[in-house]
């Protein structure tokens, strides 16, 4: 049971960095970004190959991070400079970072990584510790890490949203015409949310690769679905906190999710079905969310009571 | 201080439905002017913002700001200068935002939008007397986000947040059209007091003509793209709607003769 719940904190923390990129462009900037679907692989991809080269955990994560700004920077050339919608831009990019991501990997489409050290390698230190205690740190080691990440990441962003560019990003997705009537260039700003919204993604993919310990080309295929179930389930689910920042919601939203996936999984549902789950599970929270559509479904149910 | 001259205009270029609005409109906008401008829908006004503001190109002509060819500089770098106020209420502000945000935003017009903290607390108490002035009790809800505001209240504080900073050029949209009439006589009201104060060169487009008369002190009627009434100072007072009136009547039947001819 412990380790059940350890694995879903763990998963929906990791998950939860990309949550929190997933909301800067859905629900900040009003951009459905596809594109995230390339950059979290391509953050993984990045990230095992720096391991496996030169095992440095903070240049992995950077050069990971960076990829993910440049992944952003072509959506946004696409949709701003090029004039293709914001969906098409974001399927190309992903569609793109398919064949990118396998050259980055040797043309290999999986890589594992299991005899080097990653951010949730517990140090020699531990050695020092007592017996009974040394297990315990062993055991939730990956947790504090996961927790410190997005501690850290959450109050950036909650910083961040609370500057004047902050302001302008939310605008932005509120009411374009207000950045133009502002002085300012809307094809900048939406550039850099972008930006900064596929770095996070890529970040979140090289953070989960190291948690599997393994790279493979399909670690993206759908997850901006699932980032997007963690947002809807956060905020629909425990929207009703009104004081509570939409940075704890959204990753709260994915260990929400987390915990459904596992759920569903220990109910002996099939792994194959999980893309199903997924699609279910955030078709309730978007009808939960929905302000018209909630009085009816919960009149018809009472009449059905 | 505004000077646009010989500006050509044509929409659907290369379609059975090609229409030249403009063929050489020129018109000169003195510096301190306040201009109501009236119109039949198709007349040309919403055209002839939209060129001055850099939402629509010209094909032909030139557009002299202060002396500078502005024809070519985007919309956005344009709006540093020149405000805008629409018809619908919800353009001129961000509904998620609280009314202190908006107003942060608005004040930093023409700054630079880095990590500096959004809202800086020692301009609350300016922001506050702006608002009072507005007379809307909006400065009780400076928490509160404009979403929840009323039509008419995110119009005051679009008006506002547009002259917040100084701008050199204030173009008004039909700014009070979707509003109830006694929130429009208030926007006007208010529109008149700010416009007075702070001294603006201002152009409002209306559909109401006693508005057009009652307000500013030069009057400009468009007409299939042609300015067919310019009046000001004296001349302007001594009109009445009932002038106007005739004068659209005038029009619009020279248009049937015109068509009758060509069809006849």
């Known amino acids: 049971m412990l380790s059940f719940g350890i694995e879903v904190l763990n998963q929906g923390l990791a998950y939860g960095v990309l949550a929190i990129a997933v909301t800067l462009t859905y629900k900040i900037l009003d951009f459905p970004d596809l594109s995230v679907d390339g950059s979290f692989p391509l953050g993984s991809v ?6 496996l080269k030169w095992g440095n955990i903070p240049l992995a994560l ?9 992944a952003g920077l072509l959506t946004g050339f696409l949709h701003v400079k090029l004039k293709i919608s914001n969906l098409l831009s974001g399927i190309l990019v992903m569609t793109g970072l398919y064949s990118i991501n396998l050259m980055i990997a040797n ?3 999986n890589l594992p990584i299991f005899n080097v050290k990653t951010m949730f390698t517990v140090g020699s230190w531990v050695e020092n510790l007592p017996q009974d205690l040394q297990v315990w740190v062993i055991r939730f080691y990956p947790s504090i890490v996961l927790l410190l ?3 850290v990441l959450k109050l950036v962003m909650d910083w961040f949203l609370e500057t004047k560019l902050g302001f302008l990003l939310r605008i932005t997705g509120d009411n374009p015409q207000l950045v133009i009537a502002l002085g300012e260039d809307i094809g900048k700003t939406k550039i850099l949310g972008l930006m900064l919204s596929n ?15 393994f790279y493979d080309i399909s670690l993206g295929s759908g997850i901006v679905v699932v980032g997007l179930a963690s947002v809807v389930l956060g905020t629909s689910v425990l929207g009703f906190m009104k004081s509570w920042k939409i940075t704890t919601l959204v990753v709260l939203g994915s ?3 987390r915990l459904s996936i596992s759920v569903a999984l220990a109910l002996k549902l099939p ?3 999980l893309k199903l789950i997924t699609a279910i599970i955030f078709v309730l929270a978007l009808v939960l969310n929905n302000k018209e559509l909630r009085p009816k479904l919960l009149k018809g149910r009472d009449k059905h009571a | 201080m505004l000077r646009l001259s010989n500006i050509e205009k044509r929409f659907y270029v290369g379609t059975p439905h090609e229409n030249q609005l403009y063929q050489d409109l020129n018109i000169h906008i003195k510096d301190g002017e306040f201009i109501t401008v009236i119109g039949s829908n198709g007349s040309g006004k919403s055209t002839f913002f939209n060129i001055i503001a850099g939402t629509l190109q010209p094909d032909q002509g030139s557009i002299l700001f202060k002396g500078h060819d502005i024809a070519h500089q985007p919309e956005h770098l344009r709006s540093r200068h020149i405000a805008r106020v629409y018809q619908d209420p919800l353009k001129g502000t961000a509904p998620s935002l609280t009314i202190l945000e908006n107003l942060s935003m608005a004040y930093n017009k023409g700054k630079k939008f880095n990590l500096s903290r959004g809202v800086d607390q020692a301009l609350i108490e300016h922001f506050k007397q702006e608002l009072k002035a507005l007379n809307l009790g909006l400065e009780e809800k400076l928490n509160n986000r404009v979403g929840t505001l009323s039509g008419g209240q995110r119009q005051a504080l679009s008006l506002l947040m547009a002259t917040l900073v100084q701008p050199e050029l204030l173009l008004l949209d039909e700014h009070t059209a979707a509003l109830d009439p006694k929130t429009s006589e208030l926007i006007i009201d208010l529109t008149q007091r700010l416009v007075r104060e702070k001294e603006i060169t201002t152009v409002m487009v209306t559909h109401n003509l006693k508005q057009a008369l009652d307000v500013g002190d030069r009057l400009i009627m468009f007409h299939k793209g042609q300015i067919v009434l310019d009046l000001s100072g004296e001349e302007k007072h001594k009109l009445s709607v009932m002038d106007l009136i ?3 009547n005038a029009l619009n039947l020279m248009n049937e003769l015109n068509d009758s001819l060509i069809l006849g």
């Open chain 1, 46 to 51: 990045i990230a095992a190959v720096v391991l």
């Open chain 1, 62 to 70: 950077f050069l990971s991070f960076i990829g993910g700004l440049g």
């Open chain 1, 107 to 109: 043309n290999r489409s």
């Open chain 1, 149 to 151: 990440v997005i501690i």
């Open chain 1, 199 to 213: 770095g996070i993604a890529a970040f979140s993919g090289a953070i989960a690769m190291q948690m599997f310990r």
């Open chain 1, 255 to 257: 260990i929400l999710y």
């Open chain 1, 271 to 273: 792994p194959s079905n």
């Open chain 2, 246 to 248: 005739a004068k659209f």
